[in-house]
């Protein structure tokens, strides 16, 4: 069993920025990607971006050259480094891990820019 905890989030004006953390523990070998989604209230969950463990990433286009998700191994952890934030960034961010069985969720870490 893999278990997620995300921690980071808070208030930050735009044009600020945050750095998300994502640790794993348990099976964390059997893991094959991490990444990030984010809901706002009344939306669907929306895919911010992901990185395998070949350290390929990806991002949405909305996120893109803004956002940088990296890794490290030692401490089994992923961030998500979350620059220029705007208004619309605002949502519970959820990291995820793809396993072999399936995918596991994190609880939500709330993230709120202000105007």
């Known amino acids: 069993q893999v278990q997620l905890v995300e921690s980071g989030g808070g208030l930050v004006q735009a044009g600020g920025s945050l750095r998300l953390s994502c640790a794993a523990s348990g099976s964390t070998s059997s893991i094959n990607a991490v990444g990030w989604y984010r809901q706002a209230p009344g939306t669907q969950r929306e895919w911010v971006a992901t990185i395998t463990t070949g350290g390929n990433t990806n991002y949405a286009d909305s996120v893109k050259g803004r956002f940088t998700i990296s890794r490290d191994n030692a401490k089994n952890t992923v961030y998500l480094q979350m620059n220029s934030l705007k208004p619309e960034d605002t949502g519970n961010y959820y990291c995820?891990?793809?396993?072999?069985?399936?995918?596991?969720w994190g609880q939500g870490t709330q993230v709120t820019v202000s105007s």
């Open positions: 995820y891990a793809n396993t072999p069985a399936r995918i596991v």
